[in-house]
């Protein structure tokens, strides 16, 4: 098992920027491919972005596609989410996960952060 603490989230307006981290403890960070995922009030949980453990690879779900922008620094233990261009429905929690990359694309994976809120205001 990995431990996975996010932070970063917030009230921000419409257009502005945040930048989520998610910091690993535990086993290996650099075994692990990381998720970022969210889940908006009375939605289901979706798939945001994805980053295989070397960091070339990366997914992401269409709705972040040109704005949002994921990293990782297995030095620090460390995966990060870019956030540009900020709307109102990006509002959710917005949670990281540990797995294998192909199953965090369905959202399958045993290690998952508690979450922090993010809220853009119009």
């Known amino acids: 098992q990995v431990q996975l603490v996010e932070s970063g989230g917030g009230l921000v307006q419409a257009g502005a920027s945040l930048r989520l981290s998610c910091a690993a403890s535990?086993?290996?960070?650099?075994?692990?491919?990381m998720g970022w995922f969210r889940q908006a009030p009375g939605k289901e949980r979706e798939f945001v972005a994805a980053?295989?453990?070397?960091?070339?690879?990366?997914s992401y779900a269409d709705s972040g596609k040109g704005r949002f922008t994921i990293t990782r620094d297995n030095a620090k233990s460390m995966v990060y989410l870019q956030m540009n261009s900020l709307r109102p429905e990006d509002t959710a929690v917005y949670s990281c996960a540990a797995g294998e990359l192909f199953q965090l694309r369905r959202q399958v994976s045993d290690n998952w952060g508690q979450g922090t809120q993010v809220t853009v205001s119009s």
């Open positions: 535990g086993r290996t960070f650099s075994n692990y491919d």
């Open positions: 980053i295989n453990r070397r960091g070339l690879t990366k």
